[in-house]
């Protein structure tokens, strides 16, 4: 097996879970190492499959994850996947744990606690 890029393993097993079977390893690294050797990074190109893997309608019309690299759309879509990461960490600390209004216990928990007590 040939070296792999810094990241390309993570990439290809995210990819690979809706890949279309004519999609090749091969390509898809050499179109990977092209993109880092123009700037790209491991995180950018990995986000970005995660929101387009994510947001595509149809798994059927998922294209070569070479011609998708070529495409450079992961440069916006990496931005999205941030953006919304983002969100859904700041919605996360926004979570407030409730508290029960009553205090209010059934007799089979009344029961149940006071057998847990004396046993």
Same mark, same amino acid.
């Given at each position: 097996?040939?070296?792999?890029?810094?990241?390309?393993?993570? /990439?290809?097993?995210?990819?690979?879970?809706?890949?279309?079977?004519?999609?090749?390893?091969?390509?898809?690294?050499? $179109?990977?190492?092209? #993109?880092?050797?123009?700037?790209?990074?491991? $995180?950018?190109?990995? *986000?970005?499959?995660?929101?387009?893997?994510?947001?595509?309608?149809?798994?059927? /019309?998922?294209?070569?994850?070479?011609?998708?690299?070529?495409? $450079?759309?992961? =440069? !916006? $879509?990496? !931005?999205?996947?941030?953006?919304?990461?983002?969100?859904?960490? #700041?919605?996360?600390?926004? =979570?407030? #744990?409730?508290?029960?209004?009553?205090?209010?216990?059934?007799? /089979? *928990?009344?029961?149940? !606690?006071? #057998?847990?007590?004396?046993?």
């Amino acid at each position: 097996m040939r070296d792999e890029p810094e990241g390309f393993e993570i /990439f290809w097993c995210e990819w690979r879970k809706t890949k279309r079977h004519t999609d090749g390893r091969g390509k898809c690294r050499k $179109e990977y190492m092209r #993109q880092i050797k123009e700037g790209a990074t491991p $995180e950018d190109l990995l *986000l970005a499959a995660k929101w387009h893997i994510r947001n595509t309608k149809d798994l059927a /019309f998922i294209p070569l994850a070479a011609s998708w690299l070529n495409s $450079e759309a992961w =440069v !916006e $879509e990496a !931005e999205k996947e941030r953006a919304m990461q983002a969100s859904a960490h #700041q919605r996360a600390e926004n =979570v407030v #744990q409730m508290k029960p209004i009553t205090t209010y216990k059934s007799k /089979f *928990l009344q029961e149940w !606690e006071q #057998q847990k007590r004396e046993g």
